[in-house]
């Protein structure tokens, strides 16, 4: 299985909602990240777990708070979001989180498509 | 600061032409590049990987040049098909060991 599953699909929510994001992955990945996407722009990385902890926080506002159950599943939880937040949300993993020796291959889920009103 | 450049926002070609995607780098000193390929909507797929002591790539019509001296990445399609048509993102590992994107080129094969 070479899938990073990624639910829902779609999300419209208001400013002052809770809502969560949810990713999957059982390819035996240790590394997993959360990136967001605006339109015709490149990835930018959010947060990067390794061996189910946060390594990586890229500086991100509290109102997105990510958590790492377990090895192979990864929520990002939403609270009081604004419009500007509004982007294609993407899921990845790979091996092993970044060294300068690891080719660290990210898999990427299909996204979730976030909409804040 | 360290940045990624793709030179070209947008390709568009004739089916059965090569199109010739270009990565550039500044202050990276990258162990390997990667490139993904991204269809609207979707997550990008991994498409291939160069090391820095590799000139050359290929993966069948797609194949991956990749210059330390000049610090660039050439990226072509052969025998380009309109299933080709997707943005292409170049790929680098950073100091801190992130990996950033550039801003991916559009390549639209028409029929």
């Known amino acids: 299985d070479t899938e990073v599953t990624q639910t829902p699909k779609h999300l419209v929510m208001g400013m002052t909602n809770k809502k969560s994001l949810k990713c999957e992955q059982h390819?035996?990945?240790?590394?997993m990240y959360w990136y967001k996407q605006k339109a015709k722009k490149p990835p930018e990385l959010m947060f990067v777990?390794?061996?189910?902890?946060?390594?990586i926080n890229e500086s991100v506002p509290s109102r997105f708070s990510p958590e790492c159950p377990n090895s192979s599943l990864l929520n990002l939880h939403l609270h009081a979001l604004q419009p500007e937040d509004s982007a294609l949300y993407l899921c990845?993993?790979?091996?092993?989180?970044?060294?300068?020796?690891?080719?660290?291959?990210?898999?990427f889920g299909p996204g979730t498509r976030l909409t804040v009103l | 600061s360290q940045k990624i450049e793709q030179n070209s926002e947008a390709l568009n070609i004739q089916e059965g032409k090569t199109a010739t995607l270009t990565c550039n780098y500044t202050n990276y000193s990258p162990a390997y590049l990667q490139w993904y390929r991204q269809d609207p909507g979707r997550g990008p797929v991994f498409l291939l990987l160069?090391?820095?002591?590799?000139k050359e790539k290929r993966k069948e019509r797609l194949k991956v040049t990749f210059d330390t001296t000049l610090k660039q990445s050439l990226f072509h399609i052969t025998a380009s098909q309109p299933a080709d048509s997707a943005t292409y993102l170049c790929a680098l590992r950073g100091n801190d060991y992130k990996l950033s994107f550039g801003a991916g080129t559009t390549v639209t094969v028409r029929a």
């Open positions: 777990y390794s061996y189910e902890k946060l390594s």
């Open positions: 390819m035996g990945h240790r590394a």
């Open positions: 160069i090391r820095e002591n590799e």
């Open positions: 990845a993993s790979s091996q092993e989180g970044g060294t300068r020796l690891s080719t660290d291959t990210q898999y």
